[in-house]
């Protein structure tokens, strides 16, 4: 039997020609996005004990879902944010046959509809102009009326998609406000071109099995018990301490959709302003968090079955935190065995906010056995 780290050790894991531009993990910005040639690469090395499922306890956008689909396991996906478990319900739901249909007609409804009254958030006009608003409203009161929930959820993420571009923020990656030439009309353009666009991503992913379960909980307060199926591999990016502001980074997608960011911002495990505030968290912290992930994984996991997670370093007031080694030491406490650990370079062309914190350039892929 070949070991897990020869067979990782052929695959150049830096995947330099990576390209999600126009595939099903182009449908919605996310910070430093999993690319998918890992999971599929981990999930086509390592395998699954037959019965089995494949797990993220932090998946985000849904790559590892998407592949573990692709290759026709199951799989289960949980994330704190409501934005990323909204991003990878349709990534893996068939796609809504009244999906196109509806767009038109809610941008319809919204265009005669009387004037909406605009949600109270927090600094709104600074970042969103008036009739930008006002259209907005209008465009969502028309999606709740919606009855299909995976029609809906596509509408929702079409928007969800686009309202950085209509706001005043200057980019996805930068949080800065500047004066956009954007209209009602252009808006509702922007919103139908964007719903037709998914419409032809999904119908070029033929996914082997639609098994595929989002939970939308905090991590470190899910249990055994909320597992419906035994999990055979994990495959997994954690939130690197003081690295990424998730949370941030879909701050007025979550005030527009109904969910409250500052709950997902409090409970956020690694988020920066949990280290920039009177009695902040260190590393300290983090490690009692993913000793209480791993202990969970170890609960849920079959004997045999395999971690993997990819992680780079912190840096937390001015220290290099080296996560993998942390990670490593945590698991063999737990109980699993280290099988492989294989160093890749992260693409330079990977933004986010923070990047005097986040410029990382190196991550480790670390694999664990029960």
Known sequence: MVAIEDKLSQVNWDFPDSDTKENINSIHPYPAKFIPEIPRNLIRLIGLPPGTCVLDPFCGSGATLVEAQMAGFPAIGIDLNPIACLISQVKTRPPPADFLDSSISVVEQAKKSKRTAVPKISNL??????DIQEAIARLLTQVDHIKNA???DALYLSLSSILVRV??????TRYAAVHKKVD?????ALFLNTAARLTAIKALN???????????????EVTPMDFP????????SPPYPNAYEYWLYHKYRMFWLGYDPIQVKNQEIGARAHYFKKNHQTEHDFRRQMRNVLELLWA???KGGCICIIIGRSIIHGRTIDNASML???AGEVGFTSVGNISRQISSSRKTFNLSHANIKTENILVFRK
């Open 229 to 236: 199926h035994s999990v055979g591999l994990v495959v997994t």
């Open 125 to 130: 006009d600074h970042w969103f102009q008036r």
């Open 328 to 330: 490593t030491e945590i």
């Open 167 to 172: 706001s005043n923020q200057e980019s996805d």
């Open 206 to 220: 033929k996914p082997k099995t639609n098994e595929v379960e989002i939970a939308c909980k905090n991590i470190l």
């Open 300 to 302: 849920v996991i079959v």
């Open 150 to 152: 995976s029609t809906k």
């Open 184 to 188: 009602r009309e252009s808006f509702y």
